[in-house]
């Protein structure tokens, strides 16, 4: 297992981590709905990226297309939900349309994983 393996496992357990904090805010907290959907992006998106780096370490799937994939979850994951979460405390987003170009990229990683899974291996 390589350090950007090892990299991809450590900010997909902060991810998971956040993501309980964030379930945990969103039980608590009055009219805290986008923190739900922010728990929700990092949780399922960690174990993604977390699935995804085992697939490619055991040469499953292509694995430098699988550890793209990877990447494009934690780094997608974390803009949909920090700029959930910066609505909820600061009032407003990280920039114009940043939740939903993580959505996009959210998107684009799991097609990423399908190209991984199918792409001939050597």
């Known amino acids: 297992m390589n350090g950007l393996h090892r990299l991809l496992i450590g900010l997909a357990a902060v991810m998971g981590a956040c993501g309980v904090m ?3 805010a969103a039980a608590h907290l009055p009219d805290a709905s986008r923190l739900g959907a922010a728990s929700s992006m990092l949780l399922f998106h960690a174990t993604a990226a977390l699935a ?3 697939l490619a370490d055991r040469a499953i799937v292509h694995a430098r297309i ?3 994939a990877a ?11 920090g700029d959930l979460t910066a609505r909820q405390y600061a009032g407003h987003g990280l920039f114009p349309m940043a939740a939903p170009t993580g959505g996009t ?3 684009l990683s799991w097609l990423v994983l399908t190209l991984a899974a199918i ?3 050597r």
Request: hydrophobic letters at 75%.
């Open 22 to 24: 964030l379930a945990a």
């Open 119 to 121: 792409w001939p291996r």
């Open 71 to 81: 990447c494009g979850f934690v780094i997608a994951a974390s803009l949909f939900a």
């Open 52 to 54: 995804t780096v085992a």
């Open 66 to 68: 699988g550890v793209v």
């Open 105 to 107: 990229l959210l998107i």
